[in-house]
């Protein structure tokens, strides 16, 4: 029953502590569901736009272990793949869970 609750409410930006990172292209209708839905769980994500940026398409390749199709989405700097792998964890009762931890802290901060 909550998780219907939260599908139609969503969630409040400040249950949300996750680091939320997307890399996309303007006119991708993948990444612009990937954005609706991290939108509807009320997630404030950092946006990598990267039409036609040739250097910034081989960062989140590198990131993303040699994907590079758009969006690739990270979470606390997990890569958690492309817009199905993301409504995959949010169908398995993943999602939520990975959006409510706060990032880790590096031993160097």
Known sequence: ??????????????????????????????????????????????????????????KMAERARGRRTVPQIFINDQHIGGCDDLYALDRQGKLDPLLMQPPTLSPSS
Not at 11 to 34: D, L, M
């Open 1 to 58: 029953m909550q998780n219907l609750i939260n599908f139609f409410l969503g969630h409040s930006s400040e249950q949300v502590k996750a680091n939320v990172e997307i890399y996309t292209w303007q006119t991708c209708p993948y990444c612009i569901r990937a954005k609706v839905l991290l939108r509807w769980k009320g997630v404030k994500f950092t946006e990598y736009k990267i039409d036609g940026d040739g250097a910034a398409r081989v």
